[in-house]
């Protein structure tokens, strides 16, 4: 496996450390990136105490990644509203109740099934309200959403070699322990920063893997 989001959850592995099975690998669980996006919000947005969280509620490590979030809200002083997905027929009340609450921000959490499959219609609403969103992966600041941060897909990948490379040589998977990534990305939209009237402070420039011009 390359990207899995919790391989513990999904019953892939027994655990990180000790897979204990056939399959081992990648995943893209990132304990701290929950936190790391609201303060990346709050560089841009300092006055920011408001900030509506979409995310689907089927799969568990998105569970664990919105509770993350919540505990880094806490210590920022941020109020989060969580908006919870399980299918498609969900996205319209979704967009309801976040333009009910007018919140500062929306963060968005990627999976395949819903988020990700529907992002431009998360990006259209968030035209529409003028509503600044980070996201995870990169596809959501090239759809026109303000920023993206989140585990490398490409260093992942590239990183897999070595597991097959591994086992081509004989190792059991369940002697190879699991990976959590360790290369990050920070893509920025300007145009949408201009559209929205807001400043990205230098600092953050320079910070940013990918700058959408």
Excluded at 37 to 55: G, I
Aim: glycine residues 8%.
């Amino acid at each position: 496996m390359v990207v899995s989001a919790d391989p513990v959850g999904a019953g892939l592995v027994t655990s990180l450390g000790r897979p204990g099975g056939n399959v081992t690998g990648l995943s893209i669980q990132a304990t701290d990136a929950g936190g790391k996006r609201l303060e990346l919000l709050r560089a841009v947005l300092p006055k920011a105490s408001r900030v509506a969280v979409l995310w689907n509620a089927t799969y568990p490590s998105k569970a664990i990644e919105f509770r993350e979030t919540q505990q880094a809200a806490r210590s920022l002083n941020i109020t989060l509203q969580s908006v919870e997905l399980r299918s498609p027929r969900d996205f319209a009340g979704a967009f309801v109740a976040i333009a009910r609450e007018k919140p500062d921000a929306l963060i968005t959490l990627s999976d395949g099934p819903l988020t990700l499959r529907h992002q431009r219609e998360i990006v259209a609403f968030t035209t529409k309200h003028r509503l600044p969103m980070v996201s995870e992966t990169a596809e959501f600041a090239e759809a026109g959403g303000l920023m993206t941060y989140g585990a490398s897909l490409t260093a992942l990948f590239r990183r897999a070699a070595f597991y097959v490379d591994k086992i081509l040589k004989g190792a059991k998977p369940a002697d190879l322990p699991v990976e959590q990534p360790t290369k990050f990305e920070l893509v920025i939209n300007m145009k949408t920063a201009k559209t929205l009237g807001l400043t990205i402070p230098q600092t953050l420039l320079l910070q940013a893997d990918h700058v959408i011009q």
